[in-house]
């Protein structure tokens, strides 16, 4: 009965060009990062470099290995306040190259993220407080490989990706 039915149903194809889909998670996260980065160095680095109580630590004569943590966590912190707005800019542009530029951030980060973890395990350790940040430590290092393991397969293999980021 229905096999000679004249009208047949008309199915659109899905178009993949464009951002949205998934990509809108991205943005979500390429925006919160650089804010979350800036929040955490007026909170956090920012207090410790206080002249006050930067005196109060090095009186104390612990700054040997905290002073270049504090140092290089202020300079990526920066980093991830530029490099992903700079990634948005190349992700509204529709650039050929963000994908590759996007999973080297994520690279990146990852290292960034190791080396890291390691230095304030090592420092944090030394000043007896080691147990209080592993935990945060793991679960930073854990999100990023979590991150990773979704977003390079998706910039890898995504025909939304494919379809969209052409322009030089």
Same mark, same amino acid.
């Given at each position: ?25 991205? $943005?979500?996260?390429?925006?919160? !990062?650089? #804010? +979350?980065?800036? &929040?955490?160095?007026? @909170?956090? *680095? %920012?207090?410790? =470099? ?6 109060? $630590?090095?009186?104390?004569?612990? !700054?040997? #290995? +905290?002073?270049? &943590?504090?140092?290089? @966590?202020? *300079? %990526?912190?920066? =980093? ?89």
């Amino acid at each position: 009965m229905l096999e000679n039915n004249p009208i047949k149903p008309v199915i659109k194809e899905k178009t993949y060009k464009g951002i949205g889909g998934w990509l809108i998670l991205v $943005i979500i996260s390429l925006i919160l !990062t650089p #804010l +979350l980065s800036l &929040l955490y160095i007026v @909170e956090s *680095i %920012i207090p410790i =470099l206080d002249s006050y109580n930067w005196t109060l $630590i090095k009186a104390a004569d612990r !700054t040997a #290995l +905290l002073e270049p &943590l504090l140092y290089f @966590e202020l *300079i %990526i912190n920066s =980093l991830l306040i530029i490099v992903p707005l700079l990634l948005l800019f190349m992700m509204f542009k529709k650039s050929r190259k963000f994908p590759k530029f996007m999973i080297i951030y994520l690279v990146t980060a990852l290292i960034l993220n190791l080396i890291d973890a390691g230095a304030a395990l090592y420092v944090f350790n030394d000043y007896g407080v080691g147990e209080e940040v592993n935990n945060e430590i793991y679960q930073s290092i854990a999100r990023t490989f979590i991150f990773m393991g979704i977003w390079i397969p998706y910039f890898l293999k995504s025909k939304r990706v494919k379809a969209t980021f052409l322009e030089k």
